[in-house]
């Protein structure tokens, strides 16, 4: 059975950093990703990795702000957040999959497997 379990969200300032953690057990799959819904709004792709070759995937909002990572000694997927926006607020979710399409790496139907979700607050 597989479980994910996300911790590390909190409330911070625009302009700081969190990082996410994913903890996850039962199978190594090859594709992890976070996603994140804000009240009101889809769910929304923010990076992926596939752990055959180590690609990641960002989507264009959090490129160049936010870095997916994954350490595998510890079965832990990190998503460290910087130059947080109040945009960037919503509960932030891990996710995997042992296969995604081509060009779907960001899309949540790729993914089958979910964790709670971990609460990320930014004010301005």
């Known amino acids: 059975q597989v479980q994910l379990e996300e911790s590390g969200g909190g409330s911070v300032q625009a302009g700081g950093s969190l990082r996410l953690s994913c903890a996850h057990s039962?199978?190594?799959?090859?594709?992890m990703a976070w996603f994140r819904q804000a009240p009101g709004k889809p769910r929304e792709g923010v990076a992926a990795?596939?752990?055959?070759?180590?690609?990641?995937y960002y989507a264009d909002s959090v490129e160049g702000r936010f870095t997916i990572s994954l350490d595998n000694a510890e079965n832990t997927l990190y998503l460290q957040m910087d130059s947080l926006k109040a945009e960037d607020a919503a509960m932030y979710y891990c996710a995997a999959d042992p296969s995604v399409v081509a060009g779907r790496e960001l899309v949540s139907k790729e993914y089958r497997y979910w964790g709670q979700g971990t609460q990320v607050t930014v004010s301005s």
């Open positions: 990795l596939y752990r055959g070759d180590d690609s990641t």
């Open positions: 039962g199978y190594t799959y090859i594709w």
